[in-house]
C-alpha cells in the first residue's frame, strides 16, 4: 500500500492515523468537526492517495493525484451544496466552508446512476459529499439507500461541521473521523503569521480565519462596533445591522467573541446574560432578514444596559 503522507493537512493527526490504517476498498466515512480545519483538504488529499502511483501517498505529481487534485477524473466524485449540480466544482469552490445551498435529491439519484457504473481510469473511486447536512430528508434518506446498495470499490466521504442534522441511521454506517481545531502553532502554519484575537475569534479554525482576513478594514470596524455597544452606545448596533449584512455570520461571531472576553475580564453575570440575549435576538433578527425585525430590534436595544 506504499506510506501515507498528508502533507497539505496541517495537524489533525488523530484523523489522519484513523485513515491510515484503513485497508478497506469500500467503506463509508464520516468527516465531522468545525468548518475550516481541513476536513474537505484531508477528502482530497485521501482520494489522491487511493490512486496514487508512487511509494509515498499522495504524491501530488503523478497522474492520480494530478486527475484528483484538478478534480478532473470521472472517478471523484463530489456532491455539494455550494454547487447545485452534481459534477466537477472548481478547486476553489471546493474548499469554500461556506455552502449553505441544499443538495438537491436529484443530484443524490444522478449519482445513484454514475455508482451503476465501474470505475473508469482508477480501480477505486472516490465520492466526497460536502456538507452533508444541508440535504434534506428526502435526499439523506435517498443517500442512505445509495450508500446500503454500495458500490464496488468506492470509498463513500461525508463531511459535516454539524453531524447531529444527519440521519442517525447514516451516521451509523460511517467510520466517524472526527477533527479538531487547530492548535496556535499548526493555525500559524496555515495563516502564515500568529494573531491570538483572529486565532479565539475563528476558535482555531484557518478556514474562518481566512475569511475574516478577507473582511479587510470591515473586521476592525466590527470589533469596534462591538465594543461600544458592550459599552452602552446602542447606536453603533444599528450601524452595524446596516452595514454588515453581507458579512452577518462573521459580525455575529465576532460578537461573540467580544461578550465573551468581555465576561472573561469583568465577571460580570447579569450584563453577560442580557448581552447573549441581545446577540441570539440579533442573529434571530440576521436570519430573518427583515427591516422592520432590525428596528424592532433596536428598539429593544435602546434601553441601556448597566454595564460596568
Ligand atoms: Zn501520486
Redesign the pocket.
Known sequence: MGLLNFKRTIGQETAKGILSKLTNNKATLMFYGPPGVGKATLALEFA?SLV???EE??????Y??KAFGNLKSPDLLIISDIKPQPGKPRPDEFYNIEGDLTIKISQIRELQAELSKSPFEFKRRVVIIMNIENANLESQNALLKVLEEGSKDTIFILISSKPTFVLPTIRSRAIKVRFSPLSPSDFSRVIGFYDEVLYKISEGSPGIAKSLLQMGEDLKISLDIWERVIFGDISALNRGLEMFGKWKGLFLRIGYFKVSEFYLYSGDMSSFRRLLYALKDVEVGFRRNTREELLYLSALWNHPFSVI
Open positions: 489522491q496514487c502511483s508512487s501517498k499522495p504524491c501530488g505529481e503523478c492520480g493525484c
